[in-house]
């Protein structure tokens, strides 16, 4: 398993049975091409068929329409689908596109979805979504927007053809940078995305609009895998009571994600300076939602293992295992990495864990999670936690879970139990004990699996013996889906 990825949200797609985009294609061609077929004769008399059969609409949608018919309504709803689409008129309109570029820091990638009516996937072809993607990523052409914008041609072209033609000025086209152009200096990632706009502006057919291209920060990142999520679980549409909660571990940041009652969201308090909101609001399938939301900017896995080392003294850290001696690199810088002489100390280590995590900083509302920052009230939306990316990853490596499960729940005392295990092995008999880790992993892993412990359980209050659920991909009629953002934008996109 690699140990470098983005988090979740950035992973790559779904597509569940491979990419079989093209072959797909193929075949659509294929039936379009078969001669004199049913639909080539429907195409022929078109225009008598629209005049015999708009009364006809007209009149079952008047069916339709009157009270107390609700038995009826899904038999009617499907012959007005069924005869709208034989007659080619009002039936793209119960069918809506969306296509997503996720512009992430190793490569670009293009979604592209469908749904029906009710907001339900519809396969295009044979798969859940297109999925297409190219390297390297944006942020590879930092001098020269015009590269940049032109290496997404190619997608944009793979997501145009897999739209009907009539349905491309209606299908929205957003685009989310994430890691990769946020850390670009000065403008670069203004001029980048700007030649995006243009690209999509001039030699596009699908709806575009300049706010959907922008750069996604931990937050937004955040609630559209809520969305997305919770949306693949069946709980949009209902009350926030019926959603589930998510914390995300990336390797720069993590989030936590829940919604929230209209009350609740009433007396939020306003975020600190320079941080994004606490409360979203979002309308899904129908319902408004307020999320709460925070996104912890240095404390996703990678990032907080620099932050753990500076917590330690000059003795050295106590998370490192025994017979370790380097360093550790993180965003250009270096940090020493030793265990001291007393060796390593699961008890120690978690010490230096909640200094990193600043558990005692000044709380200024009701309650905090850490660093101050609020906690956003609990409550039923937080009551079923999904916790995903390092989270299921080390879970796994460290054997309480199976990698190749989608989902498991687990308590979070297990990270404590594999904590102890894991601190008490010297770094020379790590490869044996944990076959599945990085290399680069290794020294870390006392480190991370207390850090996932306390995080938490000091950091975000949970407690060690409630059910959590580890999740890597969600079940979404006969498929998994991988529980990235760019689903998630796509619904929004499509819900407003
Ligand atoms: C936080 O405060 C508590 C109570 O005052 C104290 O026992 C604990 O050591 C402090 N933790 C840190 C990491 O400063």
Redesign the pocket.
Known sequence: MESLHEPFMNRGSISPTGNGTTDHLEKMKLTKASPDSVSDKIERYRGALLVISIPVLVIMLVVYAMPGKSAHDATVLKEIELLSRKVGVSYRGDRQYAVIFDAGSSGSRVHVYCFDRNLDLVPIGSELEIFEQIKPGLSSYANDPQAAADSLISLLEKAESAVPVDLRSKTPVRVGATAGLRALEGNAADRILQAVRDLLKDRSTLKSDANGVRILDGSQEGSYAWVTINYLLGNLGGTYKDTVGIVDLGGGSVQMAYAISKDAASKAPSAPDGEDNYVNQMYLKGSKYYLYIHSYLNYGLLAARAEILKASDESGNPCILEGFDGSYAYNGKEYKASAPSSGTNMEECR?VI??A?K??DTCTYMKCTFGGIWNGGGGDGQKNLFVASFFFDRAAQAGFIKAADHVAIVKPHAFADAAKRACGTNYADTKVTFPDLGEGDLAYICMDLVYQYTLLIDGFGLDPYQDITLVRQVKYGNSYVEAAWPLGSAIEAVSS
């Open positions: 010490r909640l200094k995590l558990i005692n």
